[in-house]
Structure formats: structure tokens, C-alpha cells
């Protein structure tokens, strides 16, 4: 693990005086492997290199004579919903890894799932030369992302009249939320309300979307890629994925095109390119599947319902300067928060 990783690490097992990354691996030796393959070689458990804030993740290599098996062991704070998980895999095949509930240690919750093969998005790009990647391994990456949020897309079921009310009722708690919020960016109070008053009347449009299971934190380091070509491997952590309008998550590909800087968000050079290819091969899958009406104007409003929910939640839960730059950089790549109201 870098040393930014073993901070995340320490700040997990902070709360938890009665455990530690040794305590976690004497559990995995005692109560997972002998429930695994037997192998007439050595077994280790080593820590991952790649981890999260709310689970702490061991690796547990099993060598043999002829091939090695690795297992992934996670503790995890919180239950997964095991069901969005399988009905993950269901839909995206092998780059979904099962996983498997294997009862608590301590409190956490613990889960084995086979390991992986890939590196976080996160990881490549903060490796690699000036924090840049090649213009064409982004492009793979995104293109593979248009194809995972679009796949299994399936008629939206609900009723017309309900939803529409719902999602006006969901656009006026956010209004509400952020007049009364005290912003230290003043101006982005004022593109919130501009994106809501473009959005509300296109609502009849928007029930109509296909629907789709939405991961809830695609963000980067929860898609494993192939270094060396920028093709998506696996694709983590679909505890809580829930079937909304396609679009609801389409946010998170943002994090391909463009960064955070001290001083706000800042668009990568090659963001209309990408942007475009996405939505090109997201419109193009939806229609294979029998929606050929659906269209990227409907594609970047149902987007920016989705950013709204997630960026005012951050902005609540955490209230700090970074929040405000992150929902400020989504709402500035949308085409049409800059045209009057």
C-alpha cells in the first residue's frame, strides 16, 4: 500500500481500539481459508493496495503447484444488499464480482468475493505522467462506461401521472434545501435554481426513459481498468444499486473529464470529445435494446436530476468548500445551465 492508502486504513480501524489489520488476518486464517480450496502450498494473507474508507480489504493468495488462487476478504462497517449485488452480476456478467456473506467479526460485517484483475481508474491516473492519460485509453474507458450504465435497460412500469408528481415534489425539497443552505459560493445557489427551472419542464419527457440498476458511487476507484489498454476489468461495490431512469448516475462519468483543482473544478482539454463519444455509444445501446426514441437531451436533464440529489447530499452531509466546487464543476458541464432561464 502507498502511504495515502495506509492513512485510509488507520482512519478506519481509529474507531475500533479492539482491532487491527493483524486481528482482521488471524480471523481470515481461522475462519474463511479452511472453508476455501485446499492447496498443498503456502497460504497468505496480505492487506489489498487498494482500499476504502468504510471497509478495511485483505487479500488471501493461495499457491499451489501449478496455480494460485487469490481471494478477496472484506470488513466491512456496514451490510451489503446482497440482492443488488447478484442482480449486478446477472446483467454485467463476470466483470461484477459474487460475493458471498460470511457472518461478523467484531462488528463488521465480513464478505469474500473472487479477486479482480485491474487497477482503479483513480490509481492509473494519479500514476501516471502529470495526471494525464492518452486521449485514446480515456476514450476506451468511457466507452465501456456508456455501456455498462446503459445495459439492461427495460421500460420504466410506473405510473405516468405518480411520477411526474414525485420527481416535482423531489426538484422542490432541493430548492427548498438550498435557499435554505448559507453557501460560501453565493453564484452556485443561484445555477442550482437555474438547472431546476430548465429541468421542471421537461419532467413529462423524463418519465418516459427507460429504466436501468444504477450503481450509486461509480466514482473511479470503484472500476477496475486494464492499465495498458484503459478497458473496464470489474466494476465494485453495487450494495444499494436501485433501477431508476437511465441517466440517474450518468454524473459520475464526469470524473473522465475533468479534475478538482485547489481552486475549483477545471475540464480536461479533451472533455467535448469525450463527452460526445459517450453519449454517442450510450444512445446507440439504448436503441439495440429497443429504445430509439430516447435522446440525449433527455440523457443530460435526467443527468442533472441525478447530480443534484447526489451533490446536495454532500453538500449537507459534509458542508464544506469542496462540495460546493465539485456540484459547481458537474452543473458547469451541463449544456444548458448557461442559457437564460
Excluded at 487491527?20 to 492487506?47: A, D, M, R, W
Excluded at 453564484?187 to 427551472?197: P, Q
Excluded at 426513459?209 to 470503484?222: R, W, Y
Excluded at 477496475?224 to 470489474?234: H, N, V
Aim: hydrophobic share 40%; net charge negative; aromatic share 10%.
Amino acid at each position: 500500500m502507498d502511504d495515502y492508502q495506509k492513512l485510509v486504513v488507520t482512519q478506519f480501524f481509529n474507531p475500533l481500539p479492539n482491532l487491527s489489520q493483524e486481528s482482521c488476518h488471524q480471523f481470515v486464517l481461522h475462519h474463511i481459508v479452511p472453508t476455501l480450496p485446499k492447496t498443498s502450498g503456502k497460504t497468505e494473507v496480505k492487506p489489498s493496495p487498494f482500499q476504502g474508507s468504510m471497509s478495511y480489504t485483505a487479500i488471501v493468495y493461495l499457491h499451489s503447484t501449478h496455480t494460485d488462487y487469490r481471494i478477496v476478504v472484506q470488513f466491512r462497517s456496514e451490510k451489503q444488499d446482497l440482492s443488488a449485488v447478484a442482480e449486478a452480476t446477472r446483467i454485467h456478467g463476470h466483470i461484477v464480482p459474487m460475493v458471498t456473506y460470511q457472518g461478523m467479526y467484531e462488528g463488521l460485517f465480513v464478505y469474500t468475493s473472487p479477486f479482480a484483475a485491474g487497477t482503479p481508474y483513480i490509481s492509473v491516473l494519479m500514476s501516471s505522467e502529470d495526471f494525464e492519460l492518452p486521449l485514446w485509453k480515456k476514450m476506451t474507458t468511457i466507452l465501456d462506461l456508456a455501456d455498462l450504465v446503459t445495459r439492461g435497460a427495460r421500460a420504466n412500469k410506473d405510473i405516468f401521472d405518480t411520477t411526474i408528481v414525485k420527481l416535482a415534489s423531489t426538484l422542490d425539497k432541493i430548492q427548498h434545501t438550498i435557499n435554505n443552505y448559507t453557501f460560501r459560493n453565493t453564484s452556485l445557489k443561484n445555477s442550482i435554481s437555474a438547472c431546476i427551472s430548465k429541468v421542471l419542464p421537461q419532467l413529462r419527457d423524463l418519465v418516459v426513459l427507460p429504466i436501468t440498476l444504477t450503481h450509486q458511487d461509480l466514482a473511479p476507484f470503484n472500476y477496475l481498468i486494464d492499465p495498458s489498454t484503459g478497458r473496464i476489468k470489474a466494476v465494485l461495490d453495487w450494495d444499494g444499486a436501485v433501477y431508476l431512469p437511465v441517466g440517474s448516475n450518468f454524473h459520475f462519468v464526469d470524473s473522465l473529464l475533468g479534475f478538482m483543482t485547489p481552486k475549483g473544478w477545471q475540464d480536461t482539454e479533451d472533455r467535448h470529445d469525450l463527452e460526445a463519444a459517450f453519449y454517442d455509444r450510450a444512445l446507440c445501446s439504448l436503441a439495440a435494446q429497443g429504445h430509439k426514441n430516447v435522446t440525449k437531451e433527455q440523457l443530460e436533464s435526467q443527468k442533472a436530476i441525478g447530480m443534484l440529489l447526489y451533490g446536495v447530499e454532500r453538500l449537507l452531509k459534509f458542508k464544506d468548500e469542496r462540495s460546493e466546487h465539485y456540484l459547481d464543476g458537474y452543473l458547469r458541464g451541463l449544456s444548458f445551465i448557461d442559457q437564460p432561464v
